[in-house]
């Protein structure tokens, strides 16, 4: 079983600043990695798949990179409804499972 | 516009048994591989089951085998969770979401249902 661990679990950070949030697979994943937001109240939302490629409407300012065991979801310039919690997900081939992480919650500084 | 529409969801006993429907529109749901995630209460993201779009090819979380069965009607464009033996730590908000090209990942997700499991 393929575990995913992010951190760090909260990040806090002032609106205009970078954020940066970092993702580990337990065994290497190749680039089978996405990155998802929720809001308070609301569904996911798909941001990154692929571990780089963004989701359809998706600002620029999102941006996902790593391949094998790390990746990392950067946010250049947090704006103020990209305070949410944020989840990496990976897929294994055998046996078919999908596997999330246990998310970082960005917070306003 | 890609909708997913959640019902079903309520309390239940344990021991209990309840049936979770999604109905899809604004697209081909014939053609697409479809999933549930649930998410207990204050806590993270949690892959349930999936089914190919035939609905010929199905998964299961370890802690649902046994109890849970998914299932769709692509006539109806509606995708099910039969949910059976429900315990305590079931009680979550199921989503369904829809799997993307790759079926690596889910690019539309319902709004969800809660489900809560007590006595």
């Known amino acids: 079983e393929i575990v995913m661990t992010q951190s760090p679990a909260t990040l806090s950070v002032s609106p205009g600043e970078r954020a940066t949030l970092s993702c580990r697979a337990s065994?290497?994943?190749?680039?089978?990695l996405g990155w998802y937001q929720q809001k308070p109240g609301q569904a996911p939302r798909l941001l990154i798949y692929?571990?780089?490629t963004r989701a359809t409407g998706i600002p620029a300012r999102f941006s996902g990179s790593g391949s094998g065991t790390e990746f990392t979801l950067t946010i250049s310039s947090l704006q103020s409804e990209d305070f949410a919690v944020y989840y990496c997900?990976?897929?294994?081939?055998?046996?078919?499972?999908?596997?999330f992480g246990q998310g970082t919650k960005v917070e306003i500084k | 516009e890609v909708q997913l529409v959640e019902s079903g969801g309520g309390l239940v006993q344990p021991g209990g048994s309840l049936r979770l429907s999604c109905a899809a529109s604004a697209f081909t749901f014939s053609s697409y591989e479809m999933n549930w995630v649930r998410q207990a209460p204050g806590k993270g993201l949690e892959w349930v089951s999936y089914?190919?779009?035939?609905?010929?090819?199905?998964y299961y979380t370890d802690s649902v085998k046994g109890r849970f069965t998914i299932s769709r009607d692509n006539a109806k464009n509606s995708l099910y969770l039969q949910m059976n033996s429900l315990r305590a730590e079931d009680t979550a908000v199921y989503y369904c979401?829809?799997?993307?090209?790759?079926?690596?990942?889910?690019?539309?997700w319902g709004q969800g249902t809660l489900v809560t499991v007590s006595s």
């Open positions: 979401a829809r799997g993307d090209s790759s079926g690596f990942y889910f690019d539309f």
């Open positions: 089914i190919s779009s035939s609905g010929s090819t199905i």
């Open positions: 692929g571990a780089s």
């Open positions: 997900q990976q897929y294994n081939n055998w046996p078919p499972t999908w596997t």
């Open positions: 065994q290497s994943i190749s680039s089978s």
